[in-house]
């Protein structure tokens, strides 16, 4: 089955300063999310609301979210456009299956998609390790080279996700930071 990326196609904002990437949010029944980083695991709209010291936006509208960004002039592209594979095989929305499953995947070519940012000053993965991960690795540290060679900052940040063990307070730190150091 043929599974296409929930919020694409998708015009990036030509004033967009920082770009944050993911890898992929799926158009299946299963997923409630109204926007990037909606998914209710996740508690990204949390930590950018605090951010920028504004409302939570966690249970907003697209709309809310979509003028958030604008304000803040960031913006938001994934890894992967589509991918055929058994819509129950993405249920866990894990990096890992998505992977595993690469030869599948259709992937954006993200340089090129950016390449017209003018005003782009930095550009987060979310996720730091690629454990198990391959195919995913080598597309970030492809869109790392570009950046580097563009004069771009790339960073790595803590996953938004709630798995696992992460320090909510690290972690809103490290994100702080990274929004904050703006050249």
């Not at 300063?17 to 980083?37: C, M, Q, R, W």
């Not at 304000?71 to 890894?79: E, Q, S, T």
């Not at 095989?89 to 998609?113: A, G, H, M, R």
């Not at 690795?137 to 950046?147: A, D, G, I, M, S």
Request: charged share 35%.
């Amino acid at each position: 089955m043929r599974i296409k990326h929930k919020f694409l196609p998708r015009q990036l904002n030509p004033e967009t300063e920082i770009l944050i990437v993911g890898t992929f949010n799926p158009d299946v029944s299963k997923n409630p999310a109204n926007f990037f980083y909606s998914r209710g695991h996740t508690s990204f709209w949390e930590l950018m609301s605090a951010i920028f010291g504004e409302k939570c936006l966690r249970y907003s509208e697209k709309q809310e979210k979509e003028d958030f960004i604008k304000r803040h002039k960031i913006d938001f592209a994934d890894l992967i456009e589509e991918i055929d594979i058994a819509a129950q095989d993405l249920s866990s929305y894990k990096d890992i299956t998505l992977d595993e499953n690469w030869n599948v995947v259709k992937c954006k070519n993200l340089p090129q998609e950016i390449s017209h940012l003018n005003k782009l000053k930095k550009v987060c993965f979310t996720r730091k390790t690629f454990q198990h991960i391959p195919n995913i690795r080598k597309k970030v540290e492809e869109l790392e080279l570009w950046c580097k060679n563009k004069g771009i900052e790339f960073r790595g940040l803590t996953t938004p996700a709630n798995y696992g063990k992460v320090d909510a307070q690290k972690r809103f730190e490290e994100w702080k930071a990274f929004f904050k150091e703006i050249k």
